[in-house]
């Protein structure tokens, strides 16, 4: 079964404190990995699409890296309004709809 | 910049009643997604469409709901009866689907819905 699990849960840092948060994926022929950003009761906010093992996109302090089995999301460090649910979806041949884990609840303290 | 508008942002109603939500996507945006997403999970995809047919609804308790966009622009999610186990936030998003599997979705602000 398609699956995307991700990696902590939940995270807290110090302002300042670099890290990084973990997708991994079992899909047959991956055709997108997407990250999103959500604020409390908002919806998702677009951040990066990787398409190929090897692929990294940035973004101020973010950047995202692609492997053939997981992606990272690396915060570089991060700010108290870096604070929110880090939400990771993939796209698969034959499909259109995005797969989603279960996301990363990171709060960056002061 | 245009963003994927929905409303109510917020319902409360008791459970057997009838609720409807409204989206209206990115003005050009061929293809609308339903997601639900239960708290302290990812969306779940409930209904796609492309223009005005539906392309994926295996998701879809078609028992209770439904989903329509008459004219490929706006779409409604009813959901009739309302159970207990409906509460969760509705999120629509879209993307234009010129090459649907690279577009990126585009989410709107959600509706967020609490059965009584």
């Known amino acids: 079964e398609d699956q995307v699990t991700q990696s902590p849960e939940a995270l807290r840092l110090q302002e300042g404190e670099s890290s990084s948060l973990n997708c991994s994926y079992t899909?047959?022929?991956?055709?997108?990995l997407f990250w999103y950003r959500q604020d409390p009761g908002k919806g998702p906010e677009f951040l990066f699409t990787l398409y190929s093992a090897g692929e990294e996109k940035e973004k101020e302090r973010l950047k995202a890296t692609l492997t053939k089995k997981e992606s990272f999301l690396h915060i570089t460090a991060p700010k108290p309004e870096d604070s929110a649910t880090y939400l990771c979806?993939?796209?698969?041949?034959?499909?259109?709809?995005?797969?989603f884990g279960q996301g990363t609840r990171l709060t960056i303290n002061p | 910049e245009a963003e994927v508008a929905q409303s109510p942002r917020y319902k409360i109603t008791e459970k057997s009643q009838a609720v409807a939500f409204w989206c209206d996507p990115i003005?050009?945006?061929?293809?609308l997604y339903w997601y639900r997403q239960i708290l302290g999970q990812g969306p779940e995809l409930l209904v796609q469409?492309?223009?005005?047919?539906?392309?994926?609804d295996s998701q879809l308790p078609k028992d209770r709901f439904s989903a329509e966009r008459l004219k490929g622009v706006d779409s409604t999610l009813k959901i009739q009866p309302a159970e207990l186990g409906d509460s969760a936030m509705y999120l629509c998003?879209?993307?234009?689907?010129?090459?649907?599997?690279?577009?990126?979705?585009?989410f709107g602000p959600g509706t967020r819905l609490l059965v009584l």
């Open positions: 979806a993939v796209r698969y041949e034959g499909a259109q709809k995005l797969v």
């Open positions: 003005s050009g945006h061929a293809t």
């Open positions: 998003a879209s993307s234009r689907a010129l090459d649907a599997k690279k577009e990126t979705q585009y």
């Open positions: 899909v047959s022929g991956l055709r997108g």
């Open positions: 469409f492309q223009d005005e047919s539906v392309v994926d």
